[in-house]
């Protein structure tokens, strides 16, 4: 079984200030790591994705997210952020190997970006 | 070239009765994922099908079921609704584990 820990529920910054949103996973498997961001009344939109090879990741807004296999941690990054970066980001995990297709979901970061 | 069409985008149902979602995937994708989102909440695996099979099934009753059509298009049935099966229903679509593309998603409300 597999579980997302997103350590923060609501975090808010100030414009231009740069952000970190905590991500921790729980696998027995090795895994495939994502971030998606939700904005109200949509659905989820794939920011970046870690699948193999380089650990750090970027998107092409802006944001990247570091895989870090010893602390079992993708915590996402940004170092300036912009109002329209205010919305929920969802961490989630799913197993690389045959046989298990499910994303798991962390359960939210509300970013709220103050002019 | 249209990513996830999800329809309705919204509707009301009462309690008991059975509601039908439905899902075309991106061109080019032929896997298909269903999740449930509510309130506050991340999103749950339901289901996802492959080859017009269910491939894999998360934590939902029987009440939760769904089909493939050979031009990989989805259905999502609920039967007997209750008022907590009320939230965001969410479809994604793949070409292979790994790469998911979502949809808007059906808001769903029981009364």
């Known amino acids: 079984a597999q579980s997302v820990t997103q350590l923060d529920s609501q975090v808010p910054v100030f414009e231009e200030a740069p952000v970190e949103l905590r991500c921790n996973y729980s696998?027995?498997?090795?895994?495939?790591l994502f971030w998606y961001v939700q904005y109200p009344n949509q659905g989820l939109q794939l920011l970046l994705k870690?699948?193999?090879?380089?650990?750090l990741v970027e998107s092409i807004n802006g944001f990247e997210a570091e895989f870090n296999k010893s602390q079992t941690s993708f915590h996402l990054r940004k170092p300036s952020v912009h109002i329209s970066d205010t919305a929920e980001y969802f961490c989630?995990?799913?197993?690389?190997?045959?046989?298990?297709?499910?994303?798991?979901f962390g359960k939210g970061t509300k970013l709220s970006v103050i002019p | 070239d249209a990513g996830v069409t999800q329809s309705p985008t919204h509707l009301i149902k009462t309690r008991g009765q059975q509601v039908t979602l439905r899902c075309s995937p991106k061109?080019?994708?032929?896997?298909v994922s269903w999740y449930q989102q509510a309130l506050g909440q991340g999103p749950q695996f339901i289901f996802q099908?492959?080859?017009?099979?269910?491939?894999q099934r998360g934590n939902f009753p029987d009440r939760f079921s769904g089909h493939q059509f050979p031009n990989y298009s989805s259905e999502l049935n609920v039967n007997a609704l209750l008022l907590g099966d009320s939230a965001l229903y969410l479809c994604?679509?793949?070409?292979?584990?790994?790469?998911?593309?979502f949809g808007s998603g059906t808001r769903l409300t029981v009364v």
């Open positions: 994604a679509s793949s070409p292979r584990p790994g790469g998911y593309t």
């Open positions: 696998s027995s498997v090795s895994v495939y």
């Open positions: 870690y699948l193999s090879g380089s650990t």
């Open positions: 989630a995990v799913s197993s690389s190997g045959a046989g298990s297709y499910q994303l798991t």
């Open positions: 061109s080019g994708h032929d896997t």
């Open positions: 099908y492959y080859e017009e099979e269910e491939r």
